[in-house]
């Protein structure tokens, strides 16, 4: 998979090289979400950090591996939000999402 | 669980009586977990089946030969075994009646379980010929052989009573004798006979294996339909191409 260079890192600290069966789409990180999230999260819209496009967060690209998701931006690839879970908590980092935008009617 | 309903050897439906049900929408999928004895947890998504208007859950769940949970789910469990579920969730790849239409359905493989729950829901919803009339809807389903084709006795009972639903089934691996329908994964040519042009703006929804939702989406998209319109449902790795 062609991945921007400046992306390069992200993958070593995503753990390894996902491989394209592994990918999926936002809308399977909806689970983990709503454990941090009150509304809905996949109907929400979240602005990528890398190229700057606004996406319907279901419409993210979810690479899902043992514990963990990375979501990246089906534009340019960057990795938007890292979720994770252990056995006593979870975990996101979203730094690759610069905004979340969500309906105040799913709350 | 109350029920269990073989329908492909590789496929049985779970149909689950779950207490304080809040409702659903079609589309939206449910986290399964599976505690082991010793406290490992594994967690799997599973669409659900069934519409909204069904006070219970059906999940249809497929076997894949590598998996972790689903040979589980499968073949181990038994009516009156209990379930760790979470959901309904996603608020993305849903559909109600509102919504409109036209209503275009691509699936593959166990990619249909949603498709099929969006199908039964505007059965249910809309009651009357009329009503289906003003909301058509067609499904494209790419299934490797005919005794695969999941739900394939309901669906053809639903084709038969509804003139606005179009069912079309291709088959890629094997055909029965005298099959005369497409026996080739979905492709631009299938899709462009198939899908209303961009300009009816059909609602699309695209199930199933992710090569044939990407190669699905990226034609509909090349056609000129709307990505807005074009929603996609990846299932990750399954037994194999659709």
Known sequence: ?107 | MIDIVTETPRTRTLVLDVPNWPGHRAGQHVDVRLTAEDGYQAERSYSIASPPEDTRISLTVEELSDGEVSPYLAEVLHVGDTLELRGPIGGYFVWDTPAGGPLLLVGGGSGIVPLMAMLRHRSAALGTTTARHGLPARLLYSSRRWDEVIYRDELARLAEADPSLEVVHTLTREQPEGWTGFKRRIDRAMLEEIAWPPSEQPRVFVCGPTPLVETVSATLVDLGHQPALVKTERFGPTGGAV
Do not use: Q
């Not at chain 1, 890192?9 to 753990?15: L, P, R, T």
């Not at chain 1, 939000?81 to 996101?92: C, G, K, Q, S, Y």
């Open chain 1, 1 to 107: 998979m062609k991945r921007a260079s400046n992306e390069s890192h992200e993958s070593i600290v995503a753990g390894e090289r996902y491989s394209d069966a592994r990918r999926v789409d936002g809308n399977a990180a909806a689970g983990i979400l709503s454990e941090i999230f009150v509304p809905d999260l996949t109907a929400a819209r979240a602005k990528c950090a890398g190229c700057g496009v606004t996406r319907t967060i279901g419409t993210l690209i979810v690479y899902a591996h043992g514990m963990g998701m990375v979501v990246r931006c089906p534009g340019c690839d960057r990795v938007m939000m890292r979720l994770a879970r252990t056995p006593t908590h979870v975990w996101l980092d979203s730094t690759g999402a610069t905004s979340i935008v969500m309906s105040r009617d799913a709350t």
